[in-house]
């Protein structure tokens, strides 16, 4: 099969560069390995905030229905159920169903692979009960099903106290949140939500462990000191069935790095990140990228960055007129600096400006 | 109802009774919706322990849920290894806590 362009990921970034480009005519396919398109939006079921341009005031899942819709109107092909596992250089990419392996030939290739989440680590960790934030939500949102009934959360991100939010919301009581920094680590309004409905929250804290009879029956938490140690005679038992970590992403370079791309570690985005320019191209000629994989951010910074790759690769295809793609480039570009105001995204918008300059 | 499944949702509304299947782990006939994965199912119905581990016999669960992570693992229909977070269930569906690597028994 041999398309113009392939994406690789149908979650917010990939899903906006393939109906970006294809707007002007690029042949494009986007592949997914799960049976369902629009990655982690499905999940999101709290409203967006922001300006317009940003989805504001519509739900994560909303907005997959809006994608997919348009990626339906734009002729885009699905490849779902479909996984990639291997890219090489002369832009053949490997794919494999249950049915079937094959080989899909593209001119540009826009890798947005998206993150995993990260884990801590403690004695006990491996119980049946200890899982992921993403997890949870994907359990409740989309299956609904309680992962537990009484739940601790690790990580007061934005990440931890969404799901904490809707841990209530599915009738899941939340026995605590806790934080390893001295402040609540998300935005105001992710934490009201959670303080309004008296959802305690222990910072400078940490978890010390869980034991069980074969699940999650209890968790320890204890408060630590400046260096983090833990300070004895702190230490609390929370009686829990589940223990939710939230402790962050971080980006999926494998199929990347496994091409030679040229990587940089920046922790304020997540690890170490494919180098890439201000086209969204990476090290390597012809491969985009976008959303989560160049950098964990935000739905709303990876839809502007998908929608950059998309914009380039018709640019590069000669489907767009260079004049033409610079100007809709500088409005992304200026919403995407919105997007990192502030304190959270002044230290990601810093950590880009190095990724950008450095390949 | 004694199970754990969000029946009320302020956001996603109430849950619609989709059709229901019948699938059997480690020998017990149990309901599960039809098109939800295993692991949902035996989460509902309050089945934690998914498989084993090889040395140390420990219990794992499912982790992830996004078909990464393999802490899932349960012998699906004589198939060890399958990946029961993004594996939708099947009528008469036989499902076995796996010990292990697992056995492939005939289909080896």
């Known amino acids: 099969m041999k398309f113009e362009l392939a994406v690789i990921g149908s979650g917010p970034a990939g899903l906006s560069a393939a109906i970006e480009a294809s707007k002007y005519g690029v ?21 967006f905030f922001g300006s317009s341009e940003h989805w504001a005031g ?13 990626a339906k109107a734009a002729n885009i092909k699905f490849l779902l159920d479909t996984t990639v596992w291997g890219l090489f250089d002369d832009h053949r990419i490997y794919i ?24 801590v680590t403690f004695p006990g960790w491996t119980l049946p009960g200890v ?28 990440v931890g106290l969404i799901v904490s939010y809707q841990m209530l919301l599915a009738g899941i009581e939340v026995a605590a949140i806790v ?40 968790a ?9 140690k833990v300070i004895e005679g702190t230490e609390i038992e929370l009686e829990v069935d589940a223990i939710c970590l939230s402790v962050g992403l971080h980006p ?68 767009i007129k260079t004049g033409d793609a610079s100007k809709i480039k500088k409005s992304v570009n200026e919403r995407l600096n919105d997007l990192r105001l502030g304190p959270f995204g002044k230290f990601r918008h810093d950590a880009k400006k190095i990724l950008i300059n450095s390949c | 109802m004694n199970d754990n499944r969000i029946y009320k949702h302020l956001i996603l509304g109430d849950l619609k009774e989709p059709h229901k299947v019948n699938i059997i782990v480690d020998g017990k006939k149990i309901e599960a919706f039809e098109g939800e994965p295993i692991a949902a199912a035996l989460i509902a119905s309050g089945i934690k322990v998914f498989h084993r581990t090889i040395k140390r016999n420990e219990p794992r669960g499912y982790f992830c849920a996004v078909g990464v992570c393999s802490d899932c693992f349960m012998i699906v229909n004589g198939k060890p290894n399958t990946r029961t977070c993004i594996t939708p269930v099947e009528e008469g569906m036989i499902i076995e806590t796996q010990a292990g690597k697992g056995d492939w028994g005939d289909l080896a």
Do not use: W
């Not at chain 1, 320890?220 to 983090?228: E, L, N, S, T, Y």
């Open chain 1, 58 to 70: 519509i739900r994560g899942v909303d907005i997959g229905d809006i994608l997919l819709k348009q």
């Open chain 1, 131 to 158: 899982i992921g934030a993403g997890a949870a939500q994907t359990m409740m949102n989309i299956h609904r099903v309680k992962p537990g009934r009484k739940v601790l959360m690790v990580g007061s991100g934005n």
């Open chain 1, 220 to 228: 320890f938490i204890a408060q630590v000191d400046k260096r983090g």
């Open chain 1, 252 to 319: 999926r370079t494998a199929l990347l790095e496994m091409l030679g791309c040229r990587m940089q570690y920046l922790p304020e985005l997540g690890g170490f990140i494919p180098v890439h320019d201000e086209k969204m191209e990476t090290s390597l000629k012809g491969f985009y990228i976008a959303g989560d994989l160049s950098g964990v951010e935000e739905a709303s910074t990876a839809f502007e960055e998908g929608r950059l790759a998309g914009i380039s690769v018709a640019e590069s295809l000669g489907y």
């Open chain 1, 179 to 218: 934080e390893f920094m001295p402040n609540i680590g998300g935005y105001f309004v992710h934490a009201a939500k959670v303080l309004r409905e008296c959802v305690p929250v222990f910072l400078t804290s940490t978890v010390l462990g869980a034991e069980g009879n074969d699940c999650v029956e209890k």
């Open chain 1, 27 to 47: 042949k494009t396919v986007i592949i997914d390995e799960n049976a369902k398109a629009g990655g982690q939006l499905f999940k999101q079921i709290h409203k």
């Open chain 1, 96 to 119: 494999a169903s249950k049915e079937k392996t094959d080989i899909i030939l593209a001119d540009r290739i826009v890798v947005a692979a998206g993150a995993y989440e990260n884990t």
